[in-house]
């Protein structure tokens, strides 16, 4: 599985747009991006994920480059409630086991 | 609530003693992943049932580590001669493991904080 890069850190003014970076620049052609968060004291939850194509659900977007070597999650409205670690994964989709591989993530902070 | 338990939600032991962890998944689900998370890392891999077989175990699940899911409903995850290097939230995930190139996403439990004295 390719390997992800990612902010330590950020921070956002609530009710302003959330533009978290990746960066994963070994991404092969089969490999999709996932996007996981995890609030404080939870277990992580699904976001969103893509393959080359923008996407978009009630969550979230998820903008990944021409290249695909990087991608951004965008949280259109960040409430307090965004407060969290978030993962970005990059792994192939093969059916089987789906184990997931987390890097460190980025802590965003969502402030009033 | 993600419809995934975990009993129990915390668990403090001393050195060398053995621990059983639940988890129930979502009832239709027929995956089970176990994860483990340190302080300030990301969850860790440990192992994977498809129904009653476990098929994938991580290089992290020592011999003293095993996990059972004996009739592809809940789990349990025991830790035998535990050790300092043992205390870490221990996270179980479900999801339903479809054919025709959708992805599956994982629900994850609430965790099961264990500290080894």
């Known amino acids: 599985d390719a390997k992800t890069t990612q902010p330590t850190s950020m921070d956002c003014a609530e009710g302003r747009a959330a533009n978290l970076p990746c960066n994963h620049s070994t991404i092969s052609g089969n490999e999709y991006v996932y996007w996981y968060r995890q609030i404080h004291s939870q277990g992580p939850q699904y976001i969103i994920h893509?393959?080359?194509n923008n996407e978009t659900n009630e969550m979230a977007s998820l903008i990944i480059t021409e290249d695909r070597k990087s991608s951004t999650l965008i949280l259109p409205h960040a409430t307090l409630r965004d407060t969290a670690v978030y993962y970005c994964?990059?792994?192939?989709?093969?059916?089987?086991?789906?184990?997931?591989?987390f890097g460190k993530g980025t802590k965003l902070t969502v402030n009033p | 609530d993600t419809g995934v338990s975990q009993d129990p939600r915390h668990k403090i032991t001393k050195r060398g003693q053995n621990v059983t962890f639940r988890c129930d998944p979502i009832?239709?689900?027929?995956?089970l992943y176990w994860y483990r998370q340190t302080l300030g890392q990301g969850p860790e891999f440990l192992t994977y049932?498809?129904?009653?077989?476990?098929?994938?175990k991580s290089r992290l699940l020592s011999d003293r580590f095993s996990a059972e899911r004996p009739k592809g409903s809940f789990s349990t995850l025991e830790i035998q001669r535990t050790e300092q290097g043992d205390s870490a939230m221990y996270l179980c995930?479900?999801?339903?493991?479809?054919?025709?190139?959708?992805?599956?996403?994982?629900?994850f439990g609430p965790g099961t904080r264990l500290t080894v004295l």
């Open positions: 049932f498809q129904n009653e077989a476990q098929l994938e």
């Open positions: 893509g393959l080359k």
């Open positions: 994964i990059v792994r192939v989709f093969q059916g089987g086991s789906e184990k997931l591989v």
């Open positions: 009832s239709e689900h027929n995956r």
């Open positions: 995930a479900s999801s339903l493991g479809r054919s025709g190139g959708s992805y599956n996403e994982q629900f």
